[in-house]
Nanobody, 114 residues
């Protein structure tokens, strides 16, 4: 599985972005998926998870500001981020949310200016 995240960019604090992740097939419906992020000088952390049953879980740092979802066909995973803060600046990745992970893609860079 090759994961490709997109939708990042430069945004002012308080703004919004929608990140997308594609895998080239309908894999997202059958796997627990997650969005991760890695800020400069920090370890990668999990931001949000979406189970095959559509249960969601969010890190405290983004709770109430982020929504993880997937399209009906399971081809694309999304992360809607609102009320962005400078501390949200990071490279965002998607991958499986439990057990083994697929090869990590390049991620998409989100930069939030104050």
């Amino acid at each position: 599985v090759q994961l490709q995240a997109s939708g990042g960019g430069l945004v002012q604090a308080g703004g919004s972005l929608r990140l997308s992740c594609a895998a080239g097939g309908s894999v997202f419906s059958f796997n627990e998926m997650a969005w991760y992020r890695q800020a400069p000088g920090k370890q990668r952390e999990i931001v949000a998870t979406l189970t095959a049953r559509s249960d969601t879980k969010y890190a405290d740092s983004v709770k109430g500001r982020a929504t993880i979802s997937r399209d009906f066909a399971g081809n694309t995973l999304y992360l809607q981020m609102n009320s962005l803060k400078p501390e949200d600046t990071a490279v965002y990745y998607c991958n499986r949310g439990s057990g083994y992970t697929w090869p990590w893609g390049q991620g998409t860079l989100v930069t939030v200016s104050s």
